[in-house]
C-alpha cells in the first residue's frame, strides 16, 4: 500500500498527467461534478459521484467507425482507426467500475469491438472508495462493495490522506511510476475506513432492496406482470435514464454525407424511444408499456441469463435521481418483487 | 492502425445481377470483388447490407447456402 497527503495531491496528479490525459470528476460551473481532463490549478471534485456515468471513456457518445468514398459504381472504404492513446480515468467509485466489466461482456466477447477494446487497453482505471453514500445508493444489492472497489489501482481517502493499492499489472506499473510522489504505508487507517462505510451501507434507505427475486430463467415469471401497465404509465420515453445509465449500452450507426466523402459512425441510442430497432415491419415494441418492461427485464433477467448471473445494473442511483417522472429500478423491482 | 478484424466495417460487395421477381421485389446477386461468394451461410441468416451515405440495415439471404458462388437478396 502507498500513501499520498492530500495536500499535495496535485504533485501525484502532476506526475501521472506528465505522460498521459488524466480525467476525474471535477466540479462544473453549475457545481455539478464532471469527468473532465485535470489540469494544475483545478481541483478533484468532493461530490459523491458525476452526473454522467464514465462509461463515454470506453463507448463515447459518438463514434467514427470508418468513411466510405464513391465513384460512379466504385466504392472506397476507408479505415479510420487508429490506435487510442493512454489515459487514466481517476476517481472512479465502486459501482462505476462494476460497468465497466458489464460493458466488456458486451464489447470483448467475439466479435470483439476494436474500438472499445483499444480503449480499454489503453486505459487505466483509478478507483476511490465512497466515504459517503447517499440515500439513492443501492450498489450492495447487486454484490458490490463501496468500501473495496475495484479497478486497476483502488485509493482510499482518510485521515487527511490517499491511500494507493495496486490491483493489476497496469496498476502496479502505474504505481510503480509514482513512487516519487508517494510514501509506503501500512493499511489500518483503510482498514478502519472500510469498517464505516460499510456501516454506513448497513443503514442506508436502499440498504434492504435485494435482487434474490430477480436472475435468469424467470421470464416468464414476471412478462405478463399486470403491474408493468401502472409501472410505465407515467414514462415520457425522454431516454433519460439510458443517457444516465452506467451499464446502457445500445447504439445505433448511422452514415453521414459531408459533401467530399460520407461518414459512418455510431451513436447512443435509447430503447425507450419509438423508433428504437425499427424493422421493415414496423415494430416489434409498440407501446412505451412494452419498452419499459424490455429495459427492466434486460438489465435484471436476460442480462444475468446471458451472463453467469450477473445483473445489468450497479445500484449507482443515477437514474433514480434524474427521472423526470420518479420511476426507477428499485420501484420496478419492489413493485414487481414483493409478490414473491 | 490495428489491422484486427472488425465487423462493424463493412466488406465491399458487387452486384452482378438484379432480377424483378415481382413489382416490388428485386433480387440482386452479390460476390466480392475478386468474384467470389463472400461467405458461407445457414438458411435463415441475414446480412446487413449498406450503401454508403444511406446506412445499413438487416436482409434475410434468400439464396441457398448450396450456391457456393454467390449470394442473392430479395428485397
Known sequence: ?340 | MNMREETLIPKIGVITDVRQDTPDIKTFRVVTPDGKKAFDHRPGQCAMLSIPGVGEAMFSITSSPTHTEFMEFSI
Open chain 1, 1 to 340: 500500500m502507498r500513501k499520498c497527503s492530500l495536500s499535495k495531491i496535485d504533485l501525484l496528479f502532476a506526475e501521472i498527467a506528465k505522460t498521459q490525459s488524466l480525467y476525474m470528476p471535477i466540479d462544473g460551473a453549475d457545481g455539478r461534478a464532471v469527468y473532465s481532463k485535470w489540469q494544475a490549478g483545478k481541483a478533484w471534485s468532493s461530490a459523491l459521484n458525476t452526473v454522467k456515468s464514465p462509461k463515454n471513456f470506453f463507448f463515447p457518445h459518438t463514434e467514427e467507425l470508418a468513411n466510405f468514398k464513391t465513384a460512379g459504381k466504385t466504392i472506397e472504404i476507408i479505415d479510420v482507426r487508429a490506435e487510442a492513446e493512454d489515459f487514466v480515468v481517476f476517481g472512479v467509485r465502486a459501482c462505476d467500475a462494476k460497468s465497466f466489466d458489464i460493458l466488456d461482456r458486451v464489447f470483448l466477447t467475439d466479435p470483439v469491438d476494436s474500438f472499445y477494446a483499444s480503449r480499454r487497453e489503453h486505459g487505466v482505471i483509478i478507483t476511490t472508495a465512497c466515504n459517503r453514500p447517499t440515500e439513492t445508493c443501492f450498489c450492495t444489492t447487486f454484490g458490490i462493495d463501496a468500501a473495496e472497489p475495484a479497478g486497476d489501482i483502488s485509493t482510499w481517502k482518510t485521515g487527511g490522506e490517499l491511500y494507493l493499492k495496486a490491483n493489476t499489472e497496469k496498476g502496479e506499473a502505474l504505481l510503480a511510476a509514482l513512487e516519487g510522489v508517494t510514501e509506503a504505508a501500512d493499511d489500518a487507517a483503510v482498514r478502519a475506513e472500510k469498517e464505516n462505510i460499510r456501516k454506513i451501507m448497513k443503514k442506508l434507505p436502499l440498504a434492504d432492496v435485494k435482487a434474490d427475486a430477480f436472475g435468469g430463467g424467470k421470464t416468464k415469471q414476471y412478462f405478463d406482470d399486470p403491474a408493468w401497465a401502472a409501472l410505465s404509465e407515467s414514462c415520457l420515453g425522454c431516454g433519460t435514464c439510458t443517457f444516465v445509465c452506467p451499464t446502457c449500452q445500445c447504439y445505433d450507426v448511422k452514415d453521414f454525407n459531408t459533401g467530399r466523402g460520407i461518414i459512418r459512425f455510431r451513436c447512443w441510442d435509447s430503447c425507450m424511444y419509438s423508433d428504437f430497432t425499427l424493422m421493415a415491419h414496423g415494430n416489434n415494441r409498440n407501446s412505451q408499456k412494452e419498452r419499459f418492461r424490455q429495459r427492466f427485464m434486460q438489465k435484471l433477467v436476460y442480462y444475468p441469463e446471458n451472463n453467469d448471473g450477473i445483473f445489468g445494473c450497479v445500484g449507482c442511483g443515477r437514474c433514480l435521481a434524474k427521472c423526470p417522472i420518479s420511476m426507477n429500478i428499485v420501484k420496478v423491482m419492489k413493485t414487481l418483487g414483493g409478490k414473491n
